[in-house]
């Protein structure tokens, strides 16, 4: 058993002034739709088309989203012989539901749905436009279609005729599967390889959904652009985002106003956080990123620096300081990258005054583990001194002069 989650994003594009775009996403049952028509046509055509989908029952049987097709084919028709709407029409792709086991969709139109599935896409529906029956009958390349003049002439649209052919497609699905419904508006700007990058790296519905909005209005946003992603889940698996906010109703004159200024608000916005937005993948968690990596950057950085400090202080070593005396000094012999030795003390032995001996040994010491070691170590050469000089020096003098209390 399966069930269906779905979110939407739609945005008015950088060169439209209003929004003729409308979306649907109920528990069962998700829709896009693409009005057209001059003035207000366009928006009166898909809000009527997506308000009928909306007041279908909850449970779907097969065969009721073509009915619910015809019933706003219409509806649409009807009001288009009204003067402010004449000629207004829409496309219409959805999906639905069934039984909590398998997935219709139909289209009408150049909206589109997509497949996703283990990171291959597939395109379920076909466009009905000028430039697919070009391709198909091999007249022009996928290449051509792209930019081709007439790409925006749609050979089939719901509420421009009595009745309207409607395509059909019965999917059987799984848990993990997802699809993505669209206007051209998406599909225009925004290849199906920058598609699947931003579906396959964006788990949360929201996200994916904007990304592409987002996508589409940096690559140029020259017509509406609405998506919406819808997951298929294991019945029993959680929710996985807030419940899902339906739209208004859009049946009169009142709501496509508000709707209007709505939109234009949204046009308002600054198209350089757009981009900042859309940049590649996902670009909005960027500075979280970074902020991570410097994080760990300066961590690793500390580490070494305490380690190299470290090595190079657990060390002690003799030598004659300046005034010619044998002295402790705690480093390496000749310092440690950056790190200099440093003087601990100072012994009460001469240098000048040590034995050849005793001056060998000195000169050849060691490092030592400890300034104890070390002073120990300076104590045996005077030692030696004193022992080859026993007969002439009664008792030497021992005396340290500490520069520090302790190593
Ligand atoms: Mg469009």
Redesign the pocket.
């Known amino acids: 058993m399966i069930r269906l989650e779905g979110k939407l994003a739609t945005h008015v594009g950088n060169v439209r002034e209003v929004n003729q775009?409308r979306g649907l996403a109920k528990v069962n049952l998700f829709a896009v739709a693409?009005g057209m028509g001059g003035h207000r046509g366009g928006e009166v055509a898909a809000a009527l088309t997506i308000s009928v989908l909306e007041g279908s029952a909850e449970e779907l049987s097969p065969g009721d989203m073509s009915r619910l097709a015809q019933e706003a084919n219409e509806l649409v028709y009807e009001r288009s012989e009204e003067d402010e709407l004449l000629g207004m029409g829409t496309t219409l792709v959805a999906i639905g539901l069934h039984n909590n086991q398998s997935i219709e969709v139909i289209n009408i139109g150049d909206s589109r749905c997509y497949w996703l599935r283990d990171g291959y896409l597939a395109q379920v529906t076909r466009d009905h436009s000028f430039v697919e029956d070009l391709l198909e009958h091999n007249e022009i390349s996928a290449q051509e279609a792209l930019n081709h003049p007439k790409r925006n002439i749609i050979t089939r649209a719901l509420g421009i005729g009595p009745e309207v052919e409607v395509d059909t497609f019965t999917l059987n699905v799984k848990a993990g599967d997802r699809f993505l419904m669209c206007?051209?508006?998406l599909t225009d700007e925004v290849s199906e390889n920058e598609i699947v990058e931003i579906l396959t790296s964006n788990e949360d519905l929201d996200t994916a959904a904007q990304q592409l909005v987002d996508r589409a209005l940096v690559n140029g946003g020259k017509?509406?652009v609405t998506t919406l992603v819808v997951d298929v889940c294991d019945s029993d698996a959680p929710v996985k985002g807030a419940e899902v906010e339906e739209p208004a109703e859009l049946n009169d004159t009142t709501d496509l106003e508000i709707r209007s200024t709505e939109v234009e608000e949204i046009t308002t916005e600054s198209k350089a956080i757009v981009a900042e937005r859309a940049g590649l993948g996902a670009a909005i968690k960027q500075p979280k990123i970074r902020l991570l990596l410097g994080v760990c950057i300066f961590g690793a950085f500390s580490l070494l620096f305490l380690s190299l400090r470290s090595y190079s202080q657990n060390n002690w070593f003799l030598e004659e300081d300046s005034s010619g005396f044998v002295a402790v000094y705690r480093g390496r012999p000749g310092g440690f990258l950056w790190f200099e030795p440093s003087k601990k003390s100072v012994t009460s032995v001469e240098v000048d005054s040590l034995q050849p001996t005793a001056l060998v040994q000195l000169e050849e010491s060691d490092s030592f583990d400890s300034s104890e070691s070390a002073r120990n170590y300076a104590m045996s050469l005077e030692t030696v001194e004193i022992e080859s000089r026993a007969e002439q020096v009664e008792s030497p003098t021992r005396t340290i002069i500490s520069l520090e209390s302790s190593s």
Do not use: I, T
């Open positions: 775009d693409d206007s051209d508006g017509d509406n």
